[in-house]
């Protein structure tokens, strides 16, 4: 199974949006859990959201109400949709198939005040 990968970072004012994709390649990714995850300079790595093979969904509650999950199986992507950001979502965040343990490289994240 092929390495993910993240795209859609970038900077972007408070109060702004972005959309996160994690594409990934090979026949278990349509029947394996996702997780967005996200590391900020001196933090540890955290979870941030997950969304099952049928597409049930989790999300962390410092950004329940405003990022969303989803995942487009013929795709082979997941999503991920941030909306008000916050200078504190200011991370890297990437991507993992929960089935496989694989991760991504990671997407840096800047969300400027």
């Known amino acids: 199974q092929a390495q993910p990968v993240e795209s859609g970072g970038g900077l972007v004012q408070a109060g702004g949006s972005l959309r996160l994709s994690c594409a990934a390649s090979g026949s278990i990714f349509s029947i394996s859990a996702v997780g967005w995850y996200r590391q900020a300079p001196g933090k540890q790595r955290e979870l941030v959201a997950t969304i099952t093979s049928r597409g049930i969904t989790n999300v962390a509650d410092s950004v329940k109400g405003r990022f969303t999950i989803s995942r487009d199986n013929r795709q082979k992507t997941v999503y991920l949709q941030m909306n008000s950001l916050k200078p504190e979502d200011t991370a890297v965040y990437y991507c993992?198939?929960?089935?496989?343990?694989?991760w991504g490289q990671g997407t840096q994240v800047t969300v400027s005040s």
């Open positions: 993992r198939v929960i089935t496989t343990g694989i």
